[in-house]
């Protein structure tokens, strides 16, 4: 495909894929749930590009504007370079530019992005990951800010399984992230530490005092009381859980150092926001925090702890991408609430 003559983008899917779902009653429900959630975003497919073209130009500006107009020959170079053929845009796009495509009769993903050095950085966690539940990193283009990976088939996403197959897709998470866990350190690149993205707490951000003054708190009792430090994913949530032939794998890796209960965090508040929907969002947050407690052997006090900092790390992320935060401190306030507090507290 000619890329300087995009017709517009496709979907991450073709109906194709969604017949490879296996024909278990529950599977049938679930091929349901993901037709209906086609039907209902395709008419969204293009105000998400330009939700993406959006992003780019203010996070990058003049630069931007230029790889945004650039996108179409860097693509077909990449193409030709790697063998690619029936290339399509993902229909959901935010801050990278994904395609789906076939290597040599192989599903293909490529993502390209404009900071080149965290998509290198990406490109090293995918390889520490890679035997531990990662998807396959197949090569990768550092002039061009570019990495090819092996496409996960079927592909649908763990949030299938939410609300109706909560323990199940906890019981996943956690034997992934079990596995992943056991990866070790790459030695040759520097990796940021939990404790350096939690700096940011302290400063002045626009939210409610209370919940800042709480979370730095909370943030030093942690360090007092660290554990161990590993290899974490940093980012592990359903829509980075994909189905892949008859198991699951693991995407976008942020790559971080810290105790193993900071990546049950990011679980724990999505998928955001619908999560904030259920009318048991409470009792949904309540399980989630038990269930990996048993399954990790963790203390679900200490994840009740780094729940609510991530919490407010997401938002303050928020903030600095120029979101509205309104989601986020409505999240904070369920976490924050008298009642949920005491069960743990």
């Known amino acids: 495909m000619d890329f300087s003559k995009d017709k517009g983008y496709q979907f991450y899917f073709s109906w194709q894929d969604l017949f490879l779902i296996k024909k278990r009653e529950k599977d049938r429900s679930r091929l349901f749930n993901l037709t209906r959630l086609f039907v209902k975003e395709e008419k969204s497919v293009l105000k998400n590009h330009r939700l993406f073209h959006q992003n780019i130009k203010a ?15 860097i693509i077909n170079l990449l193409a030709d370079s790697w063998q690619l053929n029936q290339l399509e845009m993902s229909k959901n796009l935010s801050y990278h530019a994904v395609l789906t495509g076939i290597q040599k009769g192989q599903p293909i993903i490529l993502k390209l992005g404009l900071n080149h050095q965290d998509l290198m950085r990406e490109a090293v966690m995918l390889q ?35 609300p109706n197959d909560e323990e199940e897709a906890i019981q996943i998470t956690s034997q992934l992230m079990a596995n992943m866990h056991r990866a070790s350190v790459p030695s040759h ?31 030093q009792y942690l360090s007092e009381k660290s554990l161990q430090s590993i290899l974490l994913h940093g980012d592990l949530h359903h829509d980075n859980i994909l189905a892949h032939k008859k198991g699951w794998v693991v995407i976008d890796p942020k790559g971080v150092i810290g105790e193993e ?43 009740y702890y780094w729940s609510y ?14 979101l509205d935060p309104e989601n986020f401190i409505r999240f904070i306030e369920i976490l924050d609430c008298s009642e949920y507090t005491n069960v743990f507290l």
Do not use: C
């Not at 990796?191 to 400063?203: R, S, Y």
């Open 59 to 73: 996070i990058y500006g003049d630069r931007g504007a230029q790889w945004l107009g650039d996108l179409p020959a």
């Open 128 to 162: 520490a990951f890679q035997e531990y539940g990662g998807v396959k990193l197949l090569t990768q283009n550092k002039e061009q800010g570019a990495l090819l990976m092996e496409r996960a088939m079927p592909g649908y996403s763990l949030k299938l399984l939410f």
């Open 189 to 219: 690149v520097q990796i940021p530490t939990v404790n350096q993205w939690l700096a940011t707490l302290d400063k002045d951000w626009s939210l409610p005092i209370h919940y800042l003054q709480k979370a730095r708190k909370i943030k």
């Open 261 to 303: 209960v900071f990546d049950v965090a990011a679980f724990i508040r999505n998928p955001f926001p619908d999560l904030l929907l259920m009318s048991n969002v409470q009792n949904i947050l309540y399980n989630r925090i038990h269930q990996f407690s048993k399954h990790l052997n963790m203390d679900p006090v200490r994840l």
């Open 309 to 322: 900092v991530y919490a407010i790390l997401s938002t303050i992320w928020a903030l600095e991408d120029g």
